[in-house]
């Protein structure tokens, strides 16, 4: 019994149908991995433009800011403390609107 299926299977494999299909699956395995290494490129090169995009904005930005201990920054500081403390404070009674009278239920 066992050498009946043991010729079942080599004939199997041997035949072209079944040769063909393994050929067509390989053809389609590697076709994805191409595509799938085309795409990780193209995310690998991507992002090293952000990166680059990014770095090149950031020393832009440095370039244009003024130093921490500058007459400038110390100014601004003032100037929002200031108007921090000028600004009214809002708030009073017990927090909803209206007018002073209680609604009754009758």
């Not at 050498?3 to 299909?21: A, F, P, T, V």
């Not at 992002?47 to 930005?61: N, T, V």
């Not at 100014?75 to 403390?81: G, R």
């Amino acid at each position: 019994m066992y050498m009946y299926y043991l010729h079942s299977i080599q004939n199997h494999e041997k035949g072209l149908r079944h040769k063909g299909n393994v050929e067509k699956q390989l053809r389609e395995t590697r076709k994805r991995a191409a595509v799938k290494e085309r795409d990780e490129e193209k995310v690998t090169e991507t992002l090293a433009q952000i990166e680059k995009a990014a770095e090149a904005a950031y020393k832009r930005d440095q370039k244009g800011l003024p130093a921490k201990d500058s007459s400038y920054l110390k100014k601004a500081i003032a100037e929002e403390e200031k108007k921090m403390k000028s600004k009214p404070k809002r708030g009073g009674g017990g927090g909803g609107g209206g007018g002073g009278e209680a609604k009754s239920s009758t």
